[in-house]
């Protein structure tokens, strides 16, 4: 028993000494001052030892001061370096954000957002977790307002890719989804499918918005865009209203969810259009059934259908004098004027002079 009980108490050690190596590391913090450049602070390791550990300070001190002079071109490549040669190092997170910093100063939006996400990827118990998330967040933002990165070394301009800034915002909605940038996130993916006419995509980020994130400020938003982005879709009267249902249900839903909202007033607009064409689309069905089918049961139906869509409207009068008419001639009787119920007088004829 003896052995295996010094045995045991040998990998308890172990385990403490291990435990505390990384408490250490964890708490250790890179530090930059003029006078003394850079170091550890708050723990007693870097993650390095002997002449490694040295020659990846001195990287940094070099790095740090092509920074301070403004050679940043000089600075990212030293960056780089230490990331590649020392990426489980204490410098590597830092090495990673400030080339990402400085590849903002320069416009290589891309190469910027990816080194944020390397320290995302990489380092998730990073100190500056919140900060990268905003900085990754303004790199998505100035892509889908058309701001243009540097190509050819920073000589030449770039192109538009607002489809990247969407991309970049999924990224960002998968770092942080209990973050507030998440809600953010949402509304600019679906404003970038609408930049970019995608209705469906548009709409299922809009979707994710209300379902994921119900309790948010930009909930109300989120459901009157996807009101209008379902009511966008509309073709007319003479074509499939799926779309038209769609939106009367999400306009329906602000105004009842958000009575005192700045927009109920276009939301009411909105949605009287869209009960309108519903009603107008029952219309043009049942006109097609009495007119062209002589079918007086159908068209009743798509008639009474037109009135109890939108009762309120002026197609819903227009559907009860159709009715009257079908009736009308159903019994064998004559079928008054467009807009006249049966056994309205005749209108004068009017008399032409001419002198």
Do not use: C
């Amino acid at each position: 028993m003896r052995p295996f009980s010094a045995r045991v108490t040998r990998l308890l050690f172990a385990l403490v000494a291990s435990l505390w190596w990384l408490g250490t590391t964890a708490r250790a913090d890179l530090v930059w001052s003029r006078e003394t450049g850079w170091r550890v602070e708050g723990g007693a390791l870097s993650g390095l030892a002997g002449p490694e550990g040295r020659k990846a300070l001195d990287l940094m001190n070099e790095a740090r001061t092509d920074e301070d002079k403004g050679s940043n071109r000089s600075a990212i490549k030293v960056y780089t370096a230490i990331t590649k040669r020392y990426p489980n190092s204490i410098y590597a997170p830092e090495a990673f954000y400030r080339t990402a910093k400085l590849q903002v100063v320069r416009k290589e939006y891309n190469k910027a957002f990816e080194n944020f996400q390397q320290i995302i990827s990489r380092y998730p118990n990073t100190k500056r977790f919140n900060e990268i998330i905003g900085e990754q967040y303004r790199i998505a933002s100035a892509l889908l307002d058309g701001a243009r990165g540097r190509m050819f070394y920073g000589l030449l301009p770039g192109f538009v890719s607002r489809d990247k800034a969407v991309e970049y915002f999924e990224t960002i909605l998968a770092n942080a989804p209990f973050s507030d940038y998440a809600p953010l996130a949402l509304m600019n993916i679906a404003h970038g499918h609408q930049v970019l006419k995608q209705p469906e995509d548009e709409m299922d980020a809009l979707d994710r918005m209300i379902n994921n994130y119900s309790q948010s400020l930009l909930a109300p938003d989120a459901y009157l865009k996807l009101a209008q982005a379902h009511a966008s879709l509309v073709d007319g009267p003479y074509y499939d209203q799926a779309s038209t249902k769609e939106s009367i249900t999400y306009f329906t839903d602000f105004m009842l969810l958000f009575p005192s909202d700045a927009n109920v007033v276009a939301a009411e607009k909105g949605l009287d259009k869209m009960k309108t064409m519903l009603a107008e689309s029952k219309m043009k069905i049942g006109d097609f059934y009495f007119y062209k089918r002589n079918n007086f049961t159908a068209a009743k139906v798509f008639y009474n259908e037109a009135i109890t869509s939108y009762p309120e409207s002026e197609v819903a009068k227009r559907a009860k004098l159709r009715l009257a008419d079908v009736e009308a001639k159903a019994t064998g009787k004559s079928i008054a004027p467009e807009g006249r119920a049966p056994g309205d007088a005749q209108p004068k004829k009017k008399r032409f002079w001419l002198f």
